[in-house]
């Protein structure tokens, strides 16, 4: 299986996670305007490893990101994707499951998104949800309608274990999986939820729902913990990002996978003598139809 770049903001493998995680970037961080800068060299970095992924066609690339709300998961999606070319990348955003995905396997929505080999593939929220929201509000146990659906410390290890045979199996069948959680600290959250009141082009994203659930923070800190150290594993490693200064955090998570892409034994296809030949005869009829127009 694939091996992850290392990086300082990877979560140990080890279960055991360092907790808190940073919010700010360290202190030698570069400025604004240079983050933005290497941000652009970073997605004109990756555009031809994209391509090579799309050519090679072995392996897939999956990308998740997990956060509390406002933390930046659209805008980071936005900055870090656009520049790729949309015919090999798709991003799926999970929000309230439907009643029929109620009805299937916790993972079942999800794993219909899997990127096809060659294709990047983003999951805006994700499966992570069922060991996050679900666990900080178990009453939304009774909509799935498990034969046994207490929620014991048994049944949040039962769907990290879960998770981490899906994410395996996935991985055994060429998928690269990177998923970052974008670690935004309560006082950030809270300017840029006060922001979306204050800026009227801003107002259709404010959910009174998103300040509601801060009173439950410590139990998402504690969710988050477990659910990262639970899941942080070779092939599906788990990058802590601190998400208090968005330039900072994307060139991050660009950053993190362009070394990805670059780590992959990627290679452009190449013909056999056969379909050599072949093309010097097309090439040949191609030069003297050309010259006879």
């Known amino acids: 299986m694939h091996q992850p770049p290392d990086s300082p903001f990877r979560v140990a493998f080890d279960g055991q996670p360092d907790w808190p995680r940073a919010h700010r970037p360290p202190a030698d961080a570069p400025g604004r305007k240079d983050l933005k800068r290497q941000l652009a060299d970073e997605i004109e970095r990756m555009r031809p490893l994209h ?82 929201v679900v666990r900080v509000h178990p009453e939304l146990l009774q909509y799935q309608r ?44 809270a300017e840029r939820l006060v922001a979306r009141i204050d800026d009227p082009d801003k107002n259709w994203k404010f959910e009174p729902g998103d300040v509601k659930e801060r009173a439950f923070w410590g139990d998402y800190q504690d969710a988050f913990r477990d659910a990262l150290g639970e899941t942080s594993r070779p092939w599906a490693p788990w990058y802590a990002i601190p998400a208090d200064d968005k330039p900072f955090m994307r060139l991050q998570v660009a950053r993190t996978l362009r070394r990805t892409l670059e780590s992959l034994p990627l290679q452009w296809p190449a013909p056999d003598a056969d379909a050599l030949a072949g093309l010097q005869r097309w090439r040949d009829q191609l030069t003297r139809d050309g010259d006879g127009a």
Not at 79 to 104: I, M, R, T, Y
Not at 168 to 187: D, E, M, P, W, Y
Request: hydrophobic residues 40%; contains cysteine; aromatic residues 12%.
């Open 51 to 132: 391509r090579k992924l799309y050519a090679d066609d072995r392996f897939s690339v999956l990308v998740v990101f997990q956060a509390l709300d406002a933390a930046g998961k659209d805008g980071t999606i936005r900055a870090v994707f656009s520049g790729l070319n949309p015919a090999g990348c798709a991003v799926h955003s999970f929000k309230k499951p439907s009643s029929n995905e109620l009805d299937q396997d916790f993972l079942w929505r999800c794993s219909q998104r899997a990127p096809q080999r060659g294709r990047i593939g983003v999951f805006n929220r994700s499966y992570y949800e069922e060991v996050l």
């Open 146 to 189: 498990l034969p046994d659906a207490e929620p014991t410390p048994a049944f949040w290890a039962e769907r990290m274990e879960s998770i981490r045979s899906f994410e395996r199996h996935l991985a055994s069948q060429g998928t690269v999986i990177l998923k970052f959680f974008l670690n935004v600290s309560r006082q950030e959250q």
